[in-house]
């Protein structure tokens, strides 16, 4: 009940969603922000579950209306965060999770500067594109779209510096544990009270993800993706 808003970027094919969707099912009363979007369904994707899909011509009269808290280009599409949201997880008392890029955040940090954020890596480079091949082979996905990822990959993670705490997407599960400690540590700072002995243990796990402790270990992730932007390997 504490009307916290938590931001959440990473490079696509990261494992955002992954970790996003384990939130959404293990975490309560947490609302997610369903964004407005002009690309198509993906796979199993739903309408009004990841995405409200729209065309560019209703996008545009929705800037227009001004019914959008922020908005980008991402990849030739627009992504938008419809102000609703905001409004509607307030009036619950529910926190809200907003899965977006690097540019919507840097727009929802200066109009909200307590929500917290948070940057999730990949392992590496290598890992990151052996993901991005094995969620698109389903769907043919061609190799300069790949590429394309890859490439706006290394200038998105260069903006790691702008968040609170930094989470290598490494173990699924201790992916899943550390962004739980996270939530919930933050949750309840906000309450001003004494954590009890289990509580502090959140707040030990949460804090290794802090930038500033996560600096030094992240340099080896960073530097893969520097001065390769424009190798693709094949699988
Ligand atoms: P994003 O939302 O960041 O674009 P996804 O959640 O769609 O990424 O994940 C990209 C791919 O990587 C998916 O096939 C997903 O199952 C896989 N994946 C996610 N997290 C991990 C992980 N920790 N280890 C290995 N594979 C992962
Ligand atoms: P995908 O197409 O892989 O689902 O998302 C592509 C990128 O768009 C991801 O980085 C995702 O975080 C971002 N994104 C999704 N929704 C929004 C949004 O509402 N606003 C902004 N700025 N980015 C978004």
Redesign the pocket.
Same mark, same amino acid.
């Given at each position: 009940m504490s009307g916290l808003v938590f931001i959440i970027? $990473?490079p696509?094919g990261s494992g955002?969603?992954t970790l996003v969707n384990e939130i959404r099912q293990t975490v309560g009363e947490m609302d997610f922000s369903v964004?407005?979007?002009t690309?198509k369904p993906r796979g199993s994707e739903t309408n009004g579950r990841e995405?409200f899909y729209i065309g560019r011509d209703e996008f545009e009269a929705m800037i227009r209306r001004d019914a959008f808290l922020?908005? $980008?280009d991402?990849?030739g599409n627009y992504?938008?965060?419809a102000r609703r949201f905001l409004d509607e997880a307030g009036k619950r008392g529910h926190d809200l999770l907003l899965?977006?890029?690097v540019?919507?955040a840097s727009q929802l940090q200066k109009k909200l500067p307590d929500a917290i954020s948070i940057f999730i890596l990949p392992p590496s480079r290598i890992e990151l594109e052996k993901r991005l091949r094995r969620r698109s082979s389903a769907e043919n996905v061609p190799d300069d779209v790949i590429l394309r990822r890859l490439q706006t990959a290394s200038r998105e993670i260069e903006n790691y510096g702008n968040y609170d705490y930094i989470l290598v997407n490494d173990l699924l599960e201790d992916s899943i544990d550390a962004l739980k400690a996270i939530v919930l540590s933050e949750r309840i700072r906000t309450t001003g009270r004494e954590p009890s002995v289990e509580e502090q243990e959140l707040f030990r796990l949460a804090e290794l993800y802090r930038l500033a402790n996560m600096r030094a270990s992240i340099q080896s992730i960073l530097a893969t993706f520097r001065g390769s932007e424009s190798s693709v390997v094949s699988n």
């Open positions: 970027s $990473a696509s955002k969603s964004s407005y979007t690309r995405y922020e908005y $980008a991402v990849f992504y938008g965060t899965d977006i890029d540019q919507g």
